[in-house]
């Protein structure tokens, strides 16, 4: 059953033009030039109950516009969008019951207060029973395992601890629908995992819709079967990240160590030299002629280490990022 | 009938909880509160000035005794004082539309001006002014020898009600220019001025300044009126005038805020 479904979504930015300098200012002071940058255009797609997608992109790519117009924070330019039957940016109080919105950058929670009164006001905003709030929050608690730093001021919290918090801020009143705008930008390597492993294990324990933008590769990969992949404020990609690797799936890479310093030049007749450094290197080799190409290595060099590997993910996207249409390099 | 009921004791609930975290978060900075309590003050005694000077001179000034002027002035003090109370969230309003902090209010089911508009309230800026204005509308009331019936008390309630709601709507439209303009700094100042026009009473400025006051910029209704309708001073047009005010700018004010809603563009990051 379709939840969110986007049909030709456009939004145009307008803004007034800076021109450098006093003079500049001067001029802008009595004629101003507007400019217009379009964010998101003619984006379509559709979302299952229960999915996990993740928006990928470049900076200025427009992951976060469309999460903020398919959450009501912003009116589009034209095109149309339904979330669970409602039109976001109409921002009726039984949609706003219904989703709900967790961004990296910014906070929900009071910073001078402990968590626990921030979840005590969402808990009154959205009118949830106080019996199904202590069990909810009992067992959201527990999962991301922060029981203790309920009672501490959220500004005394590290950025991991306050990123779990601002997940049960959300999560308090059930919502069907989770957009997570960058949910683990700047934390340590454990800290992504345990919001990676929390989120995972929520989507699947109660089919919540989760609608992700991550710069975190690891982020999508470990919480999404289905990416899209948005450039210039349009869809290049829709499908499973594991596609995106096909795009190079012709190629591989060999990682090599010989006894002696290598030269860029004696590899040149093996494949493309990505890298060279002393008595290592890096090659890429198309995969049909992978195995006659290590023959030939072990022959004419010597090498004591060889490893082969695929063209990493990141690499897939990057092509993407690149290039607005799909199709293989 | 039961649903406005069942609202109205949600959103008092919620503006409870407001009151009560907005407490607690001053309570955390002592010395910020204090020095908040100590400022207020200050302008306190500045305005008071006025009114030192006013019984000092004990003239009638445009028909009005200097006790009952004592009495507009201890409204116009008494009103800031309330209005100081949510002025945070005005201060902060083209702050969260310029970094895009508004994303998160604007996401929640609940009435967004709600949210934005009173969500932090202060305390201490209001305690002074609340307590002297009472004083000098008492004070004034009492040696002016106007009459403390129940109407009269209720009438005066009401007007100052009227007036208090009048300067919500009023002062916040400058504010949601910040949608449009983003800074707009210079416009806040302005609008602080038109507010201090009320530091003195209406009757001293000019009819054509008055008229302006009362009908097309009605900030003349925010501190007077309540003095005047005691007084047996308002037409039965300038008592309809006086309700209707503030619902007509409410109006007008709530006509900008959805066009404001739209025009909001968030920030990156």
Same mark, same amino acid.
């Given at each position: 059953?379709?939840?969110?479904?986007?049909?030709?979504?456009?939004?145009?930015?307008?803004?007034?033009?800076?021109?450098?300098?006093?003079?500049?200012?001067?001029?802008?002071?009595?004629?101003?030039?507007?400019?217009?940058?379009?964010?998101? $255009?003619?984006?379509?797609?559709?979302?299952?109950?229960?999915?996990?997608?993740?928006?990928?992109?470049?900076?200025?790519? @427009?992951?976060?516009?469309?999460?903020?117009?398919?959450?009501?924070?912003?009116?589009?330019?034209?095109?149309?969008?339904?979330?669970?039957?409602?039109?976001?940016?109409?921002?009726?109080?039984?949609?706003?019951?219904?989703?709900?919105?967790?961004? #990296?950058?910014?906070?929900?929670?009071?910073?001078?207060?402990?968590?626990?009164?921030?979840?005590?006001?969402?808990?009154?905003?959205?009118?949830?029973?106080?019996?199904?709030?202590?069990?909810?929050?009992?067992?959201?608690?527990?999962?991301?395992?922060?029981?203790?730093?309920?009672?501490?001021?959220?500004?005394?919290?590290?950025?991991?601890?306050?990123?779990?918090?601002?997940?049960?801020?959300?999560?308090?009143?059930?919502?069907?629908?989770?957009?997570?705008?960058?949910?683990?930008?700047?934390?340590?390597?454990?800290?992504?995992?345990?919001?990676?492993?929390?989120?995972?294990?929520?989507?699947?324990?109660?089919?919540?819709?989760?609608?992700?933008?991550?710069?975190?590769?690891?982020?999508?990969?470990?919480?999404?079967?289905?990416?899209?992949?948005?450039?210039? #404020?349009?869809?290049?990609?829709?499908?499973?990240?594991?596609?995106?690797? $096909?795009?190079?799936?012709?190629?591989?890479?060999?990682?090599?160590?010989?006894?002696?310093?290598?030269?860029?030049?004696?590899?040149?007749?093996?494949?493309?030299?990505?890298?060279?450094?002393?008595?290592?290197?890096?090659? $890429?080799?198309?995969?049909?002629?992978?195995?006659?190409?290590?023959?030939?290595?072990?022959?004419?060099?010597?090498?004591?280490?060889?490893?082969?590997?695929?063209?990493?993910?990141? $690499? @897939?996207?990057?092509?993407?990022?690149?290039?607005?249409?799909?199709?293989?390099? | 009938?039961?649903?406005?009921?069942? %609202?109205?004791?949600?959103?008092?609930?919620?503006?409870?909880?407001?009151?009560?975290?907005?407490?607690?978060?001053?309570?955390?900075? %002592?010395?910020?509160?204090?020095?908040?309590?100590?400022?207020?003050?200050?302008?306190?005694?500045?305005?008071?000035?006025?009114?030192?000077?006013?019984?000092?001179?004990?003239?009638?000034?445009? /028909?009005? +005794?200097?006790?009952?002027?004592?009495?507009?002035?201890?409204?116009?003090?008494?009103?800031?004082?309330?209005?100081?109370?949510?002025?945070?969230?005005?201060?902060?309003?083209?702050?969260?539309?310029?970094?895009?902090?508004?994303?998160?209010?604007?996401?929640?089911?609940?009435?967004?001006?709600?949210?934005?508009?009173?969500?932090?309230?202060?305390? /201490?800026?209001?305690?002074?002014?609340?307590?002297?204005?009472?004083?000098?509308?008492?004070?004034?009331?009492?040696?002016?020898?106007?009459?403390? +019936?129940? /109407?009269?008390?209720?009438?005066?309630?009401?007007?100052?009600?009227?007036?208090?709601?009048?300067?919500?709507?009023?002062?916040?439209?400058?504010?949601?220019?910040?949608?449009?303009?983003?800074?707009?700094?210079?416009?806040?100042?302005?609008?602080?001025?038109?507010?201090?026009?009320?530091?003195?009473?209406?009757?001293?400025?000019?009819?054509?300044?008055? %008229?302006?006051?009362?009908?097309?910029?009605?900030?003349?209704?925010?501190?007077?009126?309540?003095?005047?309708?005691?007084?047996?001073?308002?037409?039965?047009?300038?008592?309809?005038?006086?309700?209707?005010?503030?619902?007509?700018?409410?109006?007008?004010?709530?006509?900008?805020?959805?066009?404001?809603?739209?025009?909001?563009?968030?920030?990156?990051?």
């Amino acid at each position: 059953m379709e939840i969110i479904t986007v049909q030709n979504l456009t939004k145009v930015f307008t803004y007034a033009a800076k021109e450098k300098g006093l003079k500049g200012s001067l001029r802008d002071l009595f004629a101003r030039k507007t400019l217009q940058k379009t964010a998101v $255009e003619n984006v379509s797609f559709t979302v299952q109950k229960g999915e996990a997608v993740g928006l990928l992109g470049p900076n200025g790519a @427009g992951k976060t516009t469309t999460l903020k117009m398919l959450s009501g924070i912003l009116y589009p330019t034209s095109g149309s969008a339904t979330v669970a039957g409602y039109v976001p940016w109409q921002r009726q109080r039984a949609y706003q019951r219904r989703f709900a919105i967790v961004m #990296g950058q910014k906070s929900q929670l009071w910073p001078d207060l402990p968590a626990v009164d921030t979840f005590e006001l969402n808990r009154r905003i959205y009118e949830v029973d106080a019996d199904a709030y202590r069990r909810t929050l009992d067992e959201l608690t527990d999962l991301l395992d922060v029981r203790e730093l309920l009672q501490v001021q959220v500004r005394r919290l590290s950025l991991g601890e306050r990123m779990k918090m601002e997940l049960i801020a959300a999560l308090l009143h059930r919502p069907e629908i989770l957009y997570l705008d960058e949910p683990t930008i700047g934390l340590d390597i454990l800290s992504q995992r345990s919001i990676r492993d929390f989120l995972k294990y929520y989507n699947e324990q109660t089919r919540t819709t989760l609608l992700l933008t991550s710069h975190y590769t690891a982020d999508i990969e470990a919480l999404c079967p289905r990416s899209i992949i948005i450039n210039h #404020g349009s869809v290049v990609f829709d499908g499973p990240l594991a596609e995106v690797s $096909e795009v190079f799936g012709h190629k591989k890479l060999v990682a090599l160590k010989a006894q002696r310093d290598l030269t860029a030049a004696e590899l040149a007749a093996f494949g493309t030299v990505r890298a060279c450094q002393h008595n290592t290197a890096l090659l $890429e080799v198309e995969r049909d002629r992978l195995q006659p190409c290590l023959q030939r290595l072990f022959g004419a060099l010597p090498v004591v280490d060889l490893d082969v590997k695929d063209i990493p993910l990141e $690499e @897939g996207i990057a092509y993407f990022y690149q290039k607005a249409g799909v199709s293989a390099p | 009938m039961k649903h406005l009921a069942k %609202r109205l004791r949600y959103y008092l609930g919620l503006l409870g909880l407001f009151a009560k975290y907005s407490l607690m978060e001053q309570m955390a900075y %002592r010395i910020n509160f204090i020095a908040g309590i100590a400022v207020e003050c200050g302008y306190m005694l500045i305005k008071l000035m006025y009114a030192v000077l006013i019984l000092r001179a004990g003239a009638e000034i445009n /028909g009005l +005794t200097a006790h009952e002027m004592l009495m507009c002035i201890g409204t116009y003090i008494m009103v800031t004082g309330v209005y100081m109370g949510i002025y945070p969230n005005y201060w902060a309003l083209p702050l969260s539309v310029r970094d895009g902090s508004l994303d998160m209010q604007l996401t929640k089911p609940v009435n967004t001006q709600f949210l934005v508009t009173l969500r932090k309230l202060d305390f /201490g800026m209001p305690i002074p002014d609340v307590a002297c204005g009472l004083a000098l509308i008492v004070y004034g009331w009492q040696r002016a020898g106007l009459p403390v +019936t129940p /109407g009269a008390v209720a009438g005066f309630a009401v007007y100052c009600l009227a007036g208090w709601f009048l300067t919500y709507c009023l002062f916040l439209i400058p504010e949601l220019l910040s949608f449009w303009f983003v800074s707009t700094n210079g416009v806040q100042a302005l609008s602080s001025a038109v507010f201090d026009f009320n530091n003195t009473p209406m009757n001293l400025y000019p009819k054509w300044v008055q %008229r302006l006051g009362i009908l097309l910029l009605p900030v003349f209704l925010i501190t007077n009126f309540p003095t005047l309708y005691v007084m047996g001073a308002l037409s039965p047009a300038m008592q309809v005038w006086g309700l209707a005010a503030p619902l007509a700018v409410f109006g007008i004010q709530r006509a900008i805020w959805r066009r404001a809603m739209r025009q909001y563009t968030s920030a990156s990051g």
